[in-house]
């Protein structure tokens, strides 16, 4: 019988036999019959012999129904970390109800393989050091990851200092390849660069200046070594 067909009224169990792929799952079988895989934990308060009711297998059915949907939320996780919200998201994919899928992310957190703050910590930390962006893109991805936005206020509070290097070091970066635009240019694209990026303009305004005064010296050196060049 498939994990679909309609359960039976009841019977007696003949036989539990765990899975050859899966050993931390047991199929049930009432009365000769397969009927539904349960969790192993759950196989192990039964025997057989004893008679279910209804009730009792619609029980189990959701246990083992339960248990998959922990199994598959286990696995998206391994390949990276997720917020809450995505996990619901997926499970709610996979065909779990509202109520089992509450369920599952509160067991998820209780174990440790969810936190939204942690998660928020890490997003900002990989796209401070592989793709930097300022408060307003963070922001905005971390809302859509459906994290809280009290969270994500307290998470970016903490990176603040990280954040005004981050601009520093994708100006430095940016302002190399504006280096041969007039000095209007180069400020206003290096602005516009920078907030695209989602950097606050009161924290972009001085690393541009610092950065246009730091070119406009350079060219004095350059030349006045060039004057002195001549001048031998």
Do not use: C
Not at 19 to 29: E, G
Not at 107 to 136: C, H, I, M, S
Not at 169 to 197: E, H, N, V, Y
Not at 219 to 225: A, D, F, H, V
């Amino acid at each position: 019988m498939s994990e679909n067909k309609p359960l039976p009224a009841g019977g007696r169990i003949t036989a539990m036999r765990f899975q050859k792929r899966n050993t931390d799952r047991v199929n049930l079988y009432l009365d000769g019959e397969y009927v539904l895989a349960l969790p192993a934990l759950e196989a192990a308060r039964l025997k057989v012999g004893q008679h279910l009711e209804a009730a009792d297998l619609e029980r189990l059915q959701g246990l083992g129904a339960q248990q998959l949907w922990y199994d598959k939320a286990i696995n998206f996780l391994a390949y990276r970390p997720r917020s809450e919200a995505e996990v619901g998201r997926f499970l709610r994919e996979k065909g779990a109800d509202e109520a089992a899928g509450a369920a599952i992310i509160a067991k998820l957190r209780q174990a440790g393989y969810v936190d939204d703050r942690a998660f928020a910590r890490w997003w900002v930390e990989n796209r401070q050091t592989f793709n930097p962006r300022g408060a307003y893109v963070l922001r905005s991805e971390l809302r859509l990851k459906g994290i809280p936005l009290p969270i994500i206020e307290e998470i970016l509070a903490e990176g603040q200092a990280d954040a005004a290097e981050s601009i520093r070091t994708i100006a430095t970066a940016r302002a190399r390849r504006l280096a041969s635009l007039d000095a209007r240019t180069f400020k206003r694209r290096l602005s516009d660069f920078l907030l695209r990026r989602g950097f606050a303009y009161g924290d972009i305004a001085p690393v541009v200046e610092q950065l246009l005064q730091e070119r406009e010296q350079g060219s004095e050196m350059s030349s006045e070594t060039q004057i002195e060049g001549e001048n031998t």
